[in-house]
């Protein structure tokens, strides 16, 4: 079932480089493929990169509630995206901590 769900997600995601999501107040999301691809180098824990000035200007440009919404979900797990790392490009792209994380 879990590979099922990955094949949708991927999908989805070449189709038209958006996933969407919905969020708590029940509105949809929409994630850019980018960001996964962009910033996937600082967030997998064998050997973390640090965050290419292509992931901070992406992750500037996605909106911020949803990508903080896309921070606390489990979406970002198929891709391989730790928790820890992908919450430390906040700080070094100077973005602003999200609330209740």
């Known amino acids: 079932m879990l590979i099922m769900m990955l094949m949708i997600v991927i999908s989805m995601i070449?189709?038209?480089g958006v996933a969407m999501q919905e969020d708590d107040?029940?509105?949809m999301c929409e994630i850019i493929?980018?960001?996964i691809w962009d910033c996937k180098p600082s967030t997998i824990l064998s050997d973390p990169k640090p965050p290419s000035s292509k992931c901070c200007?992406?992750?500037k440009k996605v909106d911020f509630?949803?990508?903080c919404y896309f921070a606390s979900?489990?979406?970002k797990y198929p891709f391989g995206i730790d928790d820890t790392l992908f919450l430390r490009i906040f700080d070094i792209c100077r973005l602003p901590k999200?609330?209740?994380i």
């Open 14 to 16: 070449m189709m038209d």
């Open 57 to 59: 200007k992406t992750l």
């Open 65 to 67: 509630e949803c990508l």
């Open 33 to 35: 493929a980018s960001v």
């Open 25 to 27: 107040n029940g509105e």
């Open 73 to 75: 979900s489990t979406l």
């Open 98 to 100: 999200c609330p209740l």
